[in-house]
């Protein structure tokens, strides 16, 4: 009989302090669940203020070539009737514009969605 109380009262610390260490190691994921909770928000707020950095830095370019081939646009027209060698010049030099918008714009599309440029 003596053994056998004995024998429980060993069964019962081993329940508590399994008990124990199981409320231990909860409390403990519990923490890493926050922090990993706040570490995925920084990460989120990291990555809309990278894509609004990089957004304003596309319009910005993208505004400043669109404003170059207003310009030369304008110049275009003036100059219509003046040379026709520098009208051609103009020309050129205006679809090179576009052309490198049009090649700006693809790059950061690419670099935006996660693929590199070929």
């Known amino acids: 009989m003596q053994k056998s109380i004995i024998r429980r009262q060993g ?9 124990n ?15 990993l909770r706040r570490l995925t928000r920084k990460i989120m707020l990291a990555q809309e203020h990278e894509r ?3 957004s304003r ?5 993208i505004a400043q070539t669109l404003l170059a081939i207003h310009l030369r646009l304008l110049t275009l027209r003036t100059s219509a009737q003046a040379n026709t060698e520098s009208l051609k010049k103009e020309i050129a030099n205006t679809q090179r514009l ?11 599309t690419n670099e ?4 590199h440029e070929t």
Request: proline share 0%; net charge positive; aromatic share 6%.
């Open 52 to 54: 609004r950095r990089t």
């Open 57 to 61: 830095q596309l319009h910005d370019e």
């Open 11 to 19: 069964v019962e610390k081993s329940l508590e302090k399994s008990g």
């Open 21 to 35: 260490n199981h409320a231990l190691l909860l409390a403990k994921s519990q923490r890493l669940q926050q922090h």
């Open 112 to 115: 935006y969605n996660g693929h």
């Open 98 to 108: 576009v052309k490198e918008s049009a090649r700006m714009f693809k790059r950061w």
